[in-house]
Every structure is written in structure tokens, then in C-alpha cells.
């Protein structure tokens, strides 16, 4: 039972970990995961209401229930106890065997690369009692000890030719390779390692790069999955107001957002595989190299070093930057728009609503089955986000922000689960932190920003700066260095009574007009577009900017004496 386990030992890893299974559960579709792996990922998806299976990518619009596998629980712990190996019984298949065992052959515990055999502890024993084997070196046990002699002259191979880039004896040295530049295996070693650090250094940056495009594949799985969740719940809305009359039109809208939905989210998740699998090629090369780096005996690192430290090419993904692009709004606003004259028109209208399902925004330019290795830049073409007017249309993006105390000056107080900021004019006993703004009353949020967000601000007092950081900013620099606005590093709406005005590396934009007391702040991330607004019932167009962001982005505020600024709660 245990030898047929053991043949089938990767079916048994879990999909999501690709470690052997902890806690199996199964889902409806038939697929198990690890307890903690598929919990989490249903955790990720609550948000949309829209749940997969990382497998099958089949659709669950409840949230699959996990139950519990005995059976396959059992299968991963004799698995588990088959791979136990007896330290101090006969050898097994993968264990070296002690050469002076006659009878029954016993696992090795140390090689010699004078003797060139491999001895068990009882017959290594004289290896330590006798003086002259005391001078033997002793390495792990190894079954590869047959490479070290040089296959001409039978003698261990202990140099290593530059010139013909080849491992040699004593006898070689004085023979085929008189006048060659020849040094010992040990010193061609020891720069050979070298070079292979540098190699682990390259493989470790390439690992990072792939796992940056795997996290912005699935950031964008999930805004097409929430979005296409948003476009399938307000369309029920609406049209169960009529649901005799448009039932034919409701079901056809809905098959195509989901079929939608499905090739959009399919695209992202394929390449994404793609990249996954380079990454678990990267470690196994990874874990190679490191056993190599630790092998005691030259010579077999020599012999293996060419091989284990060519690196193929990189099969890189599509190189894209991801957008939080309105992928089915345009589904919501034309249902919406057709509330009133639907009963009337409701062919004329259909006609108008189906087509909003349009083409993907996003599409490679070659399908999926023509990426190779040959063609490892795949471009995407980008289809352009149009900038929300209506405050509605900003609420989509809306977030919720938090003010980090480890940030806050001494002078500002923060209240209301740490949405506002007050200045007081007695310090306050803060503990010391290295994020804390020393001399500047100000204050950083705790999440940073990277997609489409929006937020509003509501202040009252005198002066309040509110502002988009790099989270890099000086804490207790100069002003220059330190006050939002005054450096490359942030960008400012400086808010003074009734008054505005824009900073940014201390250049400062006024901007003319009375304005109300709440600041609205879009950011599209990606696109480099950032926009300050005065909210009322509408919004207005205060400044907008656009350039190009290189950091996760902070929100940040600045209070004169007597002020006070709140991140306001947004529905």
C-alpha cells in the first residue's frame, strides 16, 4: 500500500500550496485543497460574492461548503510515514551502503576520497583510532566516488586544469597537460562558488519579478470578478420591476456578462499558471544549486557545476501594467437610464443594453497557445479608462483609509478609529518610532494606494494640508524635506479658510474661487492621474495631475493650530 502511495505522491499536494495535503477538504466540483489554502482563497473572493475552484475555475455563486476527507486524510499520513526512514537499519535504494559490509550492507555515514570507499559507523571506526587514516578526508557519504579517479591512470583527480577546463590527476598534470595553468580542485572550487552566489542572486531577483506578475494577475481577477458580481446585481434589480416583459432580455444580458466575466478572468489566470510554474521551476534549479554549494567533495561539484548553473531563458509574461479598468459599469448605467421607458420601448432599449457587454479591455495580441519561449514579450493593447464626472461614479472607487499612529506627531490627536486628526497644543506621550513625524504636525495613512481609489476629506479650523505621499518621505529632516508638498516625494492641496492652493517640490499653484469644506481625492495609480476636488452635493475640479508614480501611494495631513481633518466614511 505504502510503494502505491508513494507512486502517486503529487496528486496528493494540495493545488493552491503545492505541498502535500494538511486537513483535506473537497468543495462541490470534487477538487480537494488544504484546509488553510482554500479558506483563504474563498476568504479573497467574499468581497465579489463570486467564488472558483482554483482547478476547474468552475463557478460557485455560494460560497462552496468544505468538507471534511477522511479518506484522503489517511492516504497523506501512511504517505507520510512510508517516507520515515530508519537511521539505523539496512540501506534503502536512495542510501549509500558501507563497502566493507559483507553480509548485510548498512548505510553509510562517511565517504573516504583517499580510500574512495564509504563505510558504515563501526568500520569508519579506524579511521579515527589509526594515526595514518587519522590524515584521510572524511566527506558525507557519497555514491559518486567513482568520478574522482582519473579514468587513465587510476589516480584521484585532485587539480584542475584552466586551459582545457577539466578535472586531472597528478600524472595528467606532468603529461598531457605540462605547461597548461593548473591550480587545485579546492582553489577552482572555492571561485566557482563564487560565481554561483551570483547566479542565486539573479534566480532570487527573477522569483520576485515573476511573484510582482502574479499578484497583479490576481488583483485583477478579482476587480473583474467584483465588477462583473456589481453588473449582475443591479441588473436583477431593475428588471424584476418588469420581470414578464424582459425575462428573455435579462437572461441574455446575464449570459453574456458571465461569459464575459469568465474569458476576461481566464486570461489573466492562464498566464498567471504560466508564470506560477516558471516559479517552481526557479526553486527546484534554486534548491539545486544550494545542495551543490554545500557539497564537501570537489570534484562532484565541479563535475555538476556546468549543468546546474546554465540558466534557460525566462519565459516572461505578457508585460502589462493592470488597471482597475470599469470592466461592466457601462451595464448598470444603460439599465439604469432605461428604468422609465423600458414598458414602452423595451425593444428599441434591449438593443441598446446588450452591446454595452463589449470587448475586452484588455487583449493580447496573439492568443494564449502562440506564447513560446521564443516570444516571451507578449503586449496587451490597453483600452483607456474614462475618468469618473458624477459623484456616484467616484463612490465606486471609494475606500476606506485609516491614520497610523506609528506616523503621528506629538501635537495631533487621533480619534474616531483613527479617521481624524486634531492638533492639541500640549504634546501627547507617544511611544518613539522611526515613522514618526518629528517636527511636522502631520501624519501618514496606514494603507498605501496602488489601483483606483477615492476618499473624501472633511476639515474645519484654519489651515489643513491634505495630501498624497511616498512613504519614503523624511520624518525629521529639514521642512523642505519633511512638510507635504515642499519635495518631490508628495503633492498637496493646501486648504487655508476658504482658500486653495497646490504644492508640489515647493511650487505652489493658486487656485482662485470659493470652496467648501470637504476635499475629494482621486487617484488612478497606474495611469499617474491624481485630482482634487471641492464636494458638495456635486463635485468640482479643483487640480489635477498627471505624471507618473514609482511608489505605493500614502494619504497625508498637515494641521496648523486649531485645526482638525476626517476621513469620511464613505457608502
Known amino acids: 500500500m505504502a510503494q502505491g502511495v508513494k507512486l502517486e505522491r503529487d496528486k496528493l499536494c494540495?493545488?493552491?500550496?503545492?505541498?502535500?495535503?494538511?486537513?483535506?477538504?473537497?468543495?462541490?466540483?470534487?477538487?480537494?485543497?488544504?484546509?488553510?489554502?482554500?479558506?483563504?482563497?474563498?476568504?479573497?473572493?467574499?468581497?465579489?460574492?463570486?467564488?472558483?475552484?482554483?482547478?476547474?475555475?468552475?463557478?460557485?455563486?455560494?460560497?462552496?461548503?468544505?468538507?471534511?476527507?477522511?479518506?484522503?486524510?489517511?492516504?497523506?499520513?501512511?504517505?507520510?510515514?512510508?517516507?520515515?526512514?530508519?537511521?539505523?537499519?539496512?540501506?534503502?535504494?536512495?542510501?549509500?551502503?558501507?563497502?566493507?559490509?559483507?553480509?548485510?550492507?548498512?548505510?553509510a555515514s562517511k565517504s573516504c576520497l583517499q580510500c574512495l570507499a564509504s563505510y558504515c559507523e563501526a568500520h569508519l571506526q579506524p579511521h579515527y583510532d589509526i594515526p595514518p587514516l587519522r590524515k584521510h578526508r572524511l566527506v558525507e557519504a557519497s555514491a559518486n566516488l567513482q568520478e574522482n579517479i582519473c579514468s587513465r591512470h587510476q589516480e584521484v583527480m585532485k587539480l584542475f586544469c584552466r586551459t582545457d577546463?577539466?578535472?586531472?590527476?597528478?600524472?595528467?598534470?606532468?603529461?598531457?597537460?605540462k605547461g597548461h595553468n593548473k591550480v587545485s580542485a579546492a582553489a577552482e572550487r572555492a571561485e566557482r562558488q563564487?560565481?554561483?552566489?551570483?547566479?542565486?542572486?539573479?534566480?532570487?531577483?527573477?522569483?520576485?519579478?515573476?511573484?510582482?506578475?502574479?499578484?497583479?494577475f490576481k488583483q485583477e481577477e478579482a476587480v473583474i470578478n467584483h465588477s462583473a458580481a456589481n453588473a449582475l446585481r443591479n441588473t436583477e434589480k431593475v428588471f424584476m420591476e418588469h420581470i414578464r416583459m424582459t425575462e428573455k432580455t435579462m437572461s441574455d444580458l446575464k449570459e453574456k456578462i458571465v461569459s464575459r466575466q469568465k474569458a476576461e478572468a481566464g486570461r489573466f489566470q492562464k498566464t498567471r499558471e504560466k508564470v506560477e510554474q516558471e516559479i517552481a521551476e526557479l526553486r527546484r534549479k534554486d534548491a539545486d544549486l544550494q545542495k551543490l554549494c554545500q557539497a564537501e567533495d570537489h570534484t562532484h561539484f565541479l563535475l555538476n557545476y556546468s549543468t546546474l548553473s546554465r540558466l534557460c531563458e525566462s519565459r516572461e509574461p505578457p508585460s502589462i501594467r493592470v488597471r482597475r479598468l470599469r470592466y461592466f459599469e457601462k451595464v448598470t448605467v444603460a439599465v439604469s437610464e432605461s428604468r422609465e421607458k423600458l414598458q414602452e420601448v423595451l425593444r428599441e432599449e434591449s438593443a441598446k443594453i446588450l452591446p454595452t457587454v463589449t470587448e475586452p479591455n484588455v487583449v493580447p495580441l496573439k492568443p494564449p497557445e502562440y506564447w513560446s519561449q521564443a516570444?516571451?514579450?507578449?503586449?496587451?493593447q490597453m483600452v483607456p479608462m474614462r475618468e469618473p464626472k458624477i459623484r456616484a461614479d467616484f463612490l465606486y472607487y471609494a475606500c476606506q483609509i485609516t491614520l497610523d499612529p506609528n506616523t503621528t506627531n506629538p501635537h495631533l490627536a487621533l480619534l474616531n478609529e483613527d479617521r481624524k486628526a486634531v492638533f492639541m497644543v500640549d504634546e501627547r506621550d507617544y511611544p518613539i518610532h522611526p515613522e514618526r513625524f518629528a517636527y511636522t504636525w502631520q501624519v501618514l495613512s496606514k494603507e498605501s494606494l496602488t489601483g483606483c481609489h477615492y476618499l473624501e476629506v472633511e476639515r474645519s479650523g484654519k489651515g489643513v494640508l491634505v495630501a498624497v505621499s511616498y512613504k519614503s518621505i523624511s520624518r525629521t529632516g529639514s521642512f523642505a524635506e519633511c512638510v507635504f508638498?515642499?519635495?518631490?516625494?508628495?503633492?498637496?492641496?493646501?486648504?487655508?479658510?476658504?482658500?486653495?492652493?497646490?504644492?508640489?517640490?515647493?511650487?505652489?499653484?493658486?487656485?482662485?474661487?470659493?470652496?467648501?469644506?470637504?476635499?475629494?481625492?482621486?487617484?488612478?495609480?497606474?495611469?499617474?492621474?491624481l485630482s482634487f476636488y471641492s464636494v458638495t452635493d456635486t463635485v468640482k475640479l479643483l487640480h489635477k495631475v498627471m505624471t507618473k508614480f514609482t511608489q505605493p501611494l500614502h494619504i497625508g495631513l498637515w494641521l496648523s493650530d486649531g485645526a482638525a481633518a476626517e476621513l469620511c466614511k464613505l457608502k
Open 375 to 380: 516570444e516571451p514579450k507578449v503586449k496587451f
Open 14 to 107: 494540495c493545488s493552491i500550496c503545492l505541498d502535500l495535503l494538511k486537513d483535506p477538504v473537497t468543495i462541490p466540483c470534487g477538487h480537494s485543497y488544504c484546509m488553510t489554502c482554500i479558506s483563504g482563497r474563498l476568504n479573497e473572493e467574499d468581497d465579489a460574492r463570486i467564488y472558483s475552484c482554483p482547478q476547474c475555475r468552475r463557478i460557485f455563486m455560494r460560497r462552496p461548503e468544505l468538507v471534511k476527507n477522511n479518506m484522503l486524510a489517511w492516504v497523506v499520513e501512511e504517505l507520510k510515514k512510508s517516507e520515515k526512514k530508519d537511521p539505523r537499519g539496512s540501506s534503502g535504494p536512495e542510501d549509500v551502503a558501507c563497502d566493507a559490509c559483507t553480509d548485510r550492507k548498512t548505510k
Open 194 to 216: 563564487r560565481d554561483l552566489l551570483v547566479i542565486q542572486q539573479k534566480i532570487q531577483l527573477r522569483i520576485e519579478e515573476k511573484e510582482k506578475d502574479v499578484k497583479a
Open 485 to 529: 508638498g515642499n519635495n518631490d516625494k508628495s503633492w498637496a492641496l493646501d486648504c487655508f479658510k476658504n482658500s486653495y492652493e497646490f504644492k508640489y517640490n515647493n511650487i505652489r499653484t493658486p487656485i482662485p474661487g470659493t470652496w467648501s469644506s470637504r476635499v475629494g481625492v482621486y487617484l488612478d495609480h497606474s495611469a499617474g492621474v
Open 165 to 177: 577546463q577539466h578535472c586531472i590527476c597528478y600524472l595528467c598534470s606532468k603529461d598531457d597537460h
